[in-house]
């Protein structure tokens, strides 16, 4: 049972994390096309800089669950998927450095550099995350042993590579509209004509990658041995169109809700999909690594539960005080302050 409980905790931490920090991630890799003027780029990078650190919290916590709670899946994802998240770790960290390197510095050069990273650091991480997720649903030749047999080249098969598109398409639409949210004048009104444009485009993405999941995965299994699981499916498709609708009413916070219900629904359709396994085996079903066989002790789990219990409402508080404080719209005096990127 704590086991159970402590699998869709960890989707929980997965999704949140797509959530917040897709939008920055999603702003970083619309910077080149969109911000066209230096003042424009410092816009693009201010209007994540308040959040961008705070949003990654939910990424080690996912990591760290996974490794705490789930040991064996987190011994198995460093065997197979080692070079993906390593690329993983290099992205996010040159996106981390361009942040506080791009304005040490004046010259064109130095600064087209840190802006090459932005981009690298915040387009890489969507694909690979995609790429490594989409294949987790589809399932990995993990081995009696626990470990999966496969390399970087294994995983960008067309099922991955569909989900790499999905991610960086979630995460532009929700970048787009943060932009909209924190930027003014023409930086304002391209992001706005990139939230059209690429609304279209998410829809198809998403149509495509369930398609694909019918085929390269067991995905649907448990939803058509219960089909009421097919009503989680309402989220992210009244996620996707309340966005269509709310971008046409120019109603930005609502959009970009909407867009953040979608990458939620998104998420939980693969975890409940997945239940109980956390990576199944294409090799053999009693190879894959479930919450019965791959959990740590139920005391480990118990004194988890209680961390968490304890650390995760105090995360929260402080997030919603970063964005109440700081998520308003931007304007000269945002980025003429001496800690501005």
């Known amino acids: 049972m704590l086991a159970d409980i402590w699998f869709f905790l960890w989707g929980l ?21 969109i911000a066209k003027t230096e003042d424009d780029k410092r816009s693009v990078l201010n ?25 064996q899946v987190y011994a198995a994802m460093f065997s197979g998927l080692y070079t993906a998240l390593m690329l993983l770790l290099f992205a996010l960290i040159i996106r981390a450095v361009s942040f506080e390197f791009r304005s040490k510095i004046e010259g064109p050069g ?13 387009a890489l991480p969507a694909i690979l995350l995609g790429v490594a997720f989409a294949n987790i649903f589809g399932g990995l030749p993990v081995g009696p042993d626990g470990f999966i047999r496969a390399g970087l080249l294994d995983l960008l098969n067309p099922y991955g590579l569909m989900g790499g598109v999905l991610f960086l398409m979630l ?6 509209l943060w932009l909209c949210i924190r930027t003014g004048g023409e930086l304002h009104a391209r992001a706005a004509r990139a939230a059209t444009t690429l609304w279209p485009v998410l829809a198809f993405a998403i149509v495509g990658f369930l398609v694909l999941t019918a085929v390269s995965s067991k995905l649907f299994v448990n939803y ?9 499916l309402l989220l992210p498709v009244a996620g996707l169109v309340a966005t269509r609708i709310w971008i046409g009413a120019r109603k930005w916070w609502l959009a970009w809700a909407a867009s953040a219900a979608t990458i939620v629904g998104c998420t939980f359709f693969g975890v409940i999909g997945l239940f109980p396994a956390l990576i199944p085996s ?15 002790s139920p005391l480990t789990l118990q004194i988890m539960l209680v961390v968490a219990c304890i650390f995760v409402p105090i995360v929260l508080i402080y997030q919603i005080w970063t964005y109440k404080t700081f998520a308003h719209r931007m304007d000269e005096s945002d980025l003429s302050y001496d800690e501005a990127y």
Not at 61 to 68: E, L, P
Not at 224 to 232: A, T
Request: aromatic share 18%; proline share 6%.
């Open 282 to 296: 294409t090799i053999s079903p009693e190879f894959s690594l479930t919450t019965a066989n791959a959990s740590s």
């Open 47 to 71: 209007a994540a800089g308040p959040f961008w650190d705070g949003n990654e919290v939910w990424l080690i916590s996912a990591g760290g669950v996974t490794f705490a709670a789930f040991p």
């Open 171 to 176: 995460f532009l639409v929700h970048g787009a």
């Open 224 to 232: 058509l041995n219960n089909p009421i699981l097919f009503l989680e």
């Open 110 to 122: 130095w600064r087209k550099l840190w802006d090459t990273c932005q981009f690298l650091g915040s």
């Open 13 to 33: 931490l997965w999704a949140v994390y797509f959530m917040l920090d897709g939008f920055d991630l999603g702003a970083g890799t619309l910077m080149p096309f």
